[in-house]
């Protein structure tokens, strides 16, 4: 699938999110975000960021909620304060998800030549986590192969100092390689520039239909997209929403590309 | 390269096809919810500026609003009058008590605090703005006038439950006195509590008493004004006669003609009161069921491939 229609994908899946605390819509769409990542995740170290950003979700989540006890402590300030946190979780997870299933470099290709250098520092700026997630994993895969197996805080510091070195080496050889590719000076050749085909145009067509339907359902106040918290009560959905989340899945139902097939 | 655009015209064409289904269907979702037509939601507001306490039975316009959007109905149906500041996300000014300009704290250590209550005269200090929080059908919000940094400093709201404020069976009480301007200084400090309704919910002393922690702020508030008469609740100034119709008719103030024909259209589809259907959460429960298990379906499958 074309990385514009991963951006567009997760755009979309942002733009639902953020119109909702219904906790029945959050659940669906971490679902369904699970179920693309499952189906699509581009094998190797990057596919963790998934779990990463779930696991930073939760605490988020977390620290959302515990903050409601320096206050005033009741059952709906609680929830309400989870479900805001909930709504933040499902950000974080749809953002892990668009970092397991797509190559950030590819999105900076598709920036017009004009914004090549914002689109880099933000493509750069986007790589940063599910980048690291993959060096610790290398770094301790490294240490462990010497003998070396240490766990809990005191690995840290052992894993610290190799991770910001590896950082610092990766951030030159990429400025050198681009350098060397002539980056800033104008021509530039597209190596096996990538497809916009049928599924990708699915993919972000059935993506902005969920989003064009979730913002229509925030205009209008309808959908029970912010179940009231006073009094507390029985979250109600409305099936059309749920069906349009369900388009947002759409990417994880396209059959796999055959090795050596064009995406 | 030709092939794909064809086939992505002929989706394209699918879709607009289809797009315009959806629009309906979500607007008619919309009338739905907003319709419920005979048991429209109502919430209660209450508004104590400490020289007079305005209690408002406001109608929704949808399940939930937000504490900002309550205000705003509440001036649409009542006359209400207020002011918002920060970007509409803040209280400046209420019943013409408050800051004038859009800074809403321009006269701190006074300021409008915010609180919700339990439905049955408690009151607890909002954790969260009023623009996000989200009141439904039953819920209170109560804005007091004053000083304090949180519920054990600042002026609690007075005791009322929500019926109240939202009563159709209790009888209309009795008009206030003086009106929105005069504050019941007719009244003579804790009179007013006996000759309010019954629907007011006892003397003032009752009031404090029952606001627990904030018992003696509360106290101090009320002896040191002429205003133990906050039973005698000013609400009928305004919305006595009103209110009562309110709650009864659905062709009341704010929505246009036309939503309220759309109100009956709808009301023949939706007739559970509380918005989506009650299969739909079962749907939502499914859905989320199948989209985890083919999760862990296409998960198997990848680890197959990648392993054979």
């Not at chain 1, 929403?241 to 947002?248: D, P, T």
């Not at chain 2, 018992?215 to 609740?233: C, D, I, Y």
Request: glycine residues 16%.
């Amino acid at each position: 699938v074309h990385p514009a229609a991963w951006l567009v994908w997760a755009t979309c899946a942002g733009l639902v999110t953020f119109t909702t605390t219904n906790p029945l819509y959050l659940a669906t769409i971490v679902a369904v975000a699970w179920f693309v990542y499952a189906s699509k995740r581009i094998p190797g170290e990057t596919a963790r960021s998934f779990r990463v950003f779930a696991i930073a979700g939760l605490l988020t989540m977390a620290v959302r909620t515990a903050l409601v006890f320096f206050g005033t402590v009741d059952a709906g300030s609680v929830a309400f304060a989870a479900l805001e946190g909930a709504r933040l979780a499902t950000l974080l997870i749809v953002f892990g998800t668009f970092n397991a299933v797509t190559d950030p470099f590819g999105v900076v290709r598709l920036a017009p030549r004009r914004f090549h250098e914002p689109a880099l520092a933000a493509a750069l700026a986007l790589s940063i986590a599910p980048r690291t997630v993959a060096m610790v994993g290398q770094v301790r895969e490294a240490q462990r192969v010497r003998g070396l197996n240490r766990s809990g805080w005191r690995s840290l510091a052992s894993l610290a100092m190799p991770v910001l070195e590896n950082g610092m080496e990766h951030a030159l050889t990429l400025a050198e390689s681009m350098d060397a590719r002539g980056h800033g000076r104008g021509a530039r050749t597209r190596y096996r520039p990538a497809r916009w085909t049928v599924g990708a145009a699915t993919t972000a067509i059935s993506a902005t239909i969920a989003a064009g339907v979730f913002l229509i359902a925030a205009w209008t106040g309808s959908g029970d997209l912010h179940p009231s918290t006073f009094p507390l009560e029985v979250p109600q959905v409305s099936p059309l929403l749920i069906g349009a989340i369900g388009l947002l899945a759409v990417p994880g139902s396209i059959s796999r590309p055959r090795a050596g097939a064009a995406t | 390269m030709l092939m794909p655009t064809r086939r992505l015209r002929t989706l394209a064409f699918g879709l607009i096809l289809v797009a315009p289904t959806l629009g309906p269907a979500t607007s008619g979702l919309t009338r739905a919810c907003a319709a419920s037509a005979s048991g429209a939601p109502h919430a209660a507001l209450v508004v104590d500026t400490g020289s007079q306490t305005l209690s408002y039975c406001v109608e929704l316009d949808g399940e939930s609003v937000s504490g900002i959007h309550l205000i705003q109905l509440a001036g649409a149906q009542f006359g209400l009058q207020y002011r918002l500041g920060f970007g509409g996300a803040a209280v400046c000014q209420l019943e013409d008590v408050g800051v004038d300009g859009s800074d809403c704290f321009g006269a701190y250590p006074d300021f409008w605090g915010y609180w919700h209550g339990n439905g049955s005269g408690g009151w607890s200090w909002a954790g969260s703005g009023a623009a996000s929080a989200s009141i439904g059908d039953g819920g209170m919000d109560a804005w007091t006038w004053g000083q304090g940094d949180s519920g054990a400093t600042h002026p609690a709201p007075p005791a009322l439950a929500f019926d109240d404020v939202c009563d159709i069976s209790s009888p209309p009480p009795t008009p206030g006195p003086g009106g929105g301007s005069g504050s019941g200084g007719s009244n003579p400090p804790g009179g007013g509590g006996n000759t309010g309704p019954g629907g007011g919910g006892g003397a003032p002393g009752a009031i404090n008493a029952s606001t627990g922690t904030t018992g003696s702020t509360g106290n101090a508030a009320a002896e040191g004004t002429p205003q133990g008469s906050q039973t005698g609740s000013p609400r009928s100034d305004r919305s006595g006669g009103p209110d009562r119709d309110r709650d009864v008719d659905p062709l009341s103030p704010s929505p246009t003609a036309s939503d309220d024909s759309v109100a009956a259209l709808a009301a023949g589809v939706a007739d559970d009161p509380d918005g989506g259907p009650p299969w739909a959460v079962m749907f939502a429960l499914i859905a989320i069921a199948a989209f985890g298990a083919g999760g862990w379906f296409m998960r198997r499958r990848s680890d197959g491939i990648k392993g054979g």
